[in-house]
């Protein structure tokens, strides 16, 4: 059964990852837990857990489970590299409704519609040539 989880324990466990930390929500229970690349390490080789301190144990327990889900019951929470803030900025930008904007605006032209130009001139002149806009 999934359980609800709260949208800043979701927040919380992204902000918490690091290059060698990944979080994961346990949807059985809607706990977080973040794993180390140690732990997983542990985990893989089976290593005895007595040379770890005891809180470390129940993460390298908890990433024996997790490297072993195969009931779909761990998913991974996207890191800062899965999330691209331009492109969920641009799609947004692109799916409102001019005029929805240009009526609430004592301007003649929409906010968007004289935005979007300078922001695509903008992005173009500054991205890796290998971006495609």
Request: charged share 30%; glycine share 4%; proline share 5%.
């Amino acid at each position: 059964m999934n359980r609800p989880v709260k949208l800043s324990d979701i927040i919380d466990g992204m902000e918490s990852q690091t290059d060698e930390a990944a979080a994961y929500l346990n949807k059985e229970t809607g706990e977080i837990v973040s794993i180390s690349d140690e732990e997983f390490s542990a985990a893989e080789e089976k290593r005895s857990l007595e040379s770890y301190p005891e809180w470390q144990r129940g993460l390298i327990h908890e990433a024996v489970h997790v490297l072993g889900d195969d009931k779909g019951r761990y998913v991974a929470l996207p890191s800062r590299f899965d999330i691209d803030e331009y492109r969920m900025m641009e799609r947004f930008a692109l799916s409102a409704d001019d005029e929805k904007f240009s009526s609430t605006s004592p301007r003649k032209t929409s906010y968007w519609s004289s935005v979007m130009p300078q922001v695509t001139t903008i992005a173009t002149d500054f991205a890796p040539r290998t971006c495609k806009f």
